[in-house]
């Protein structure tokens, strides 16, 4: 009688081990981890000169900032350096405004 015991305890647990292994309700589909939305891509400003490549800069790093690419504290520096580029540029200083435009992006590692 202890081997039938045995036995019958082998064959059950054989059979749920079976069970466990084998589902009959559908799993659910894995869940994608959501990302968040992506804010929509700022709108550059066209044209040439010193003034639109000083706003295009200008437009990126607001963008770095609201995203979080960018610290708000470098942002500020930065923009603080493309103020002066858009002064000169106002003032008619092309040259000089380009020149502090490469040299804030130079600074804060921007193309």
């Not at 589902?23 to 891509?41: E, H, K, L, W």
């Not at 490549?53 to 350096?81: M, P, Y």
Request: aromatic letters at 4%; one cysteine or more; glycine letters at 10%.
């Amino acid at each position: 009688m202890p081997t039938q015991v045995f036995r019958l305890t082998l064959v059950l647990l054989a059979a749920g081990g079976l069970a466990a292994c084998q589902s009959t309700a559908a799993a659910p589909p894995p869940v994608a981890a959501v990302a968040a939305p992506i804010a929509a891509p700022a709108v550059l400003p066209q044209g040439s000169g010193c003034g639109p490549a000083i706003a295009r800069t200008q437009a990126v790093v607001s963008a770095d900032v609201a995203s979080g690419d960018l610290a708000k504290t470098v942002g500020d520096r930065f923009g603080a350096d493309l103020d002066r580029a858009a002064s000169a540029c106002a003032a008619g200083r092309a040259g000089e405004a380009l020149s502090l435009l490469a040299a804030a992006k130079s600074r804060y590692g921007y193309p």
